[in-house]
C-alpha cells in the first residue's frame, strides 16, 4: 500500500462488514468479511485506482508524508466535570491513571484502525 488508509467496521441490515478507504484516493475503498479482506482489497483497489488514473489523465496526489516529531503525545482536553468524575472513577476501579485510562478509552475507539 503507498497511500495512508483507515479501517471501519459498519452494520447494515444486521450485518457486519468492513470498509478499509483510502485517505487520499477519492473513492477509493476495500471491502470484506474481516479488517484483513478490506485492506487486502483496498490494495488490489488502489493499484487500479492509479493505474485508471495514469490512463485517463486524473492528477494523482502526492504521497502524505507524516512525522512522528509533530507528535508530542501530550494533548490539552476539555470535558465536562461529570464524564471527568466517571472516568477517575472508573481508573480507580482498574487500578490505573487517569492519563491510562484515557489513552485505553482512546485505543480502544481506533479500534483495528490502521494507518499506513
Not at 500500500?1 to 484516493?25: C, G, H, R
Not at 490494495?43 to 487500479?48: C, G, K, T, V, Y
Not at 485506482?49 to 503525545?73: C, F, R
Amino acid at each position: 500500500m503507498i497511500y495512508p488508509f483507515f479501517v471501519v467496521n459498519e452494520k447494515y441490515d444486521n450485518q457486519t462488514y468492513w470498509v478499509a478507504k483510502s485517505s487520499s484516493l477519492k473513492g477509493c475503498i476495500g471491502q470484506g468479511e474481516s479488517p484483513e479482506e478490506a485492506v487486502s482489497e483496498l490494495q488490489e483497489n488502489e493499484s487500479a485506482w492509479l493505474e485508471t488514473a495514469k490512463e485517463v489523465g486524473i492528477p494523482i496526489p502526492e504521497i502524505p508524508v507524516d512525522s512522528l516529531e509533530n507528535y508530542s503525545g501530550k494533548m490539552t482536553l476539555r470535558i465536562s466535570p461529570s464524564v471527568h468524575m466517571k472516568a477517575a472513577q472508573r481508573a480507580r476501579q482498574e487500578g490505573i491513571s487517569l492519563n491510562q485510562y484515557v489513552n485505553n478509552a482512546i485505543v480502544a475507539q481506533n479500534g483495528v484502525v490502521a494507518m499506513h
